[in-house]
């Protein structure tokens, strides 16, 4: 996925003519092999790598966010729409990294982003936390008939760690790389629910109403039941993965999204879990060493993990990118 806040030889317009500017060249708009060697000689005097490509981190050290080209005082511009609950320093690592991938996680808690993020940092357990948290609604609210309480955080999305630091946010995998060269995603969701006489519990004991039970035709991570990511959640995960891989020039369809296609043209009629042709969500050694690059699922590096889990909703949004 070509992105256009990152730029390289070849490309014209006014963000290169911007660049330019900064760097203190000729201003013409077209990047050309003089404007690639002002970029080398700029990028290995400050420590980076001095690729000639200009991303986000070459973007930082210019101190300038191209963002802002586009963006002005209207609410309605840009990513307005992301509200910022960022964790107190200490509580993630405040170094710029380069990002190649994007991880989608899920909580296994309750629908507040702002609680999860507050809990991140009050907890003890270190660095640990994603960049971004979508939150969701109550599990026993009926989703026909939900009060403005209970859909106040539904699809709201809350940044918790700027996009060039990183934190900790995939435990025990075969490359530590992926926690720092990753962009993370939190879903607010309940995880796996229990069945018992004919009602769904969470891990935690509370009951899930009817409307918010996804049932599997085939289990996925030993079980059948789970919490459903809402519509709201669907559309603002699609929402935020193409922002973040138009800023970071991160190819989302690499990884999950290749491997679902690779799926369906192997036989499978429909997506999992329908099919039960594919075990595309479950662990992947490859991923878990960071040689697949792309969008990635938690439940794909991690054996334990089920986060996040394939509801077909979810899948026809990511197949739809």
């Not at 993630?92 to 991140?120: C, M």
């Not at 270190?126 to 859909?151: C, M, W």
């Not at 999950?256 to 039960?276: D, E, F, N, R, V």
């Not at 690059?293 to 197949?319: A, C, N, W, Y």
Request: proline share 2%; charged share 25%; hydrophobic share 35%.
């Amino acid at each position: 996925m070509q992105s256009k806040y990152v730029i390289k030889i070849g490309h014209v317009g006014d963000l290169v003519r911007i660049l330019q500017e900064l760097l203190d060249i000729n201003p013409d708009g077209e990047f050309g092999n003089q404007t690639k060697a002002t970029v080398i000689k700029f990028q290995k005097a400050n420590g980076l790598t001095a690729d000639g490509v200009v991303g986000p981190l070459t973007w930082k050290t210019l101190n300038y966010n191209p963002l802002e080209l586009e963006a002005d005082t209207d609410v309605t511009t840009g990513a307005s729409w992301i509200q910022q609950h960022l964790l107190p320093d200490g509580e993630y690592v405040k170094q710029s990294t380069h990002k190649e991938w994007i991880f989608l996680h899920h909580t296994a808690g309750r629908h507040n982003p702002k609680r999860t993020i507050d809990q991140w940092a009050n907890d003890q357990r270190g660095r640990i936390g994603t960049h971004y948290v979508i939150g969701g609604i109550p599990s026993g609210a009926d989703v026909k008939n939900l009060s403005e309480e209970e859909s106040e955080w539904d699809g709201k999305i809350l940044q918790a760690i700027k996009d060039e630091y990183w934190g900790y946010h995939l435990g025990a995998v075969k490359s530590s790389k992926m926690h720092k060269g990753s962009i993370s995603i939190e879903i607010c969701s309940a995880g796996y629910l229990t069945e018992k006489e004919g009602k769904f519990y969470t891990w935690y004991g509370s009951q899930v109403h009817e409307s918010q039970v996804a049932r599997l035709d085939v289990s996925y991570k030993d079980h059948k039941y789970y919490h459903k990511y809402s519509t709201e959640q669907i559309k603002a995960t699609k929402a935020l993965l193409l922002l973040l891989a138009d800023k970071h020039g991160i190819d989302i369809k690499l990884g999950l999204i290749s491997m679902l296609k690779s799926s369906t043209k192997h036989g499978a009629s429909q997506y999992y879990p329908i099919s039960g042709n594919s075990d595309v969500f479950n662990y992947n050694e490859l991923a878990c060493c960071g040689k697949v690059k792309g969008l990635l699922t938690h439940g794909q590096v991690r054996t334990d993990k089920s986060d996040i889990f394939p509801q077909t909703e979810m899948i026809t949004m990511l197949m739809s990118l």
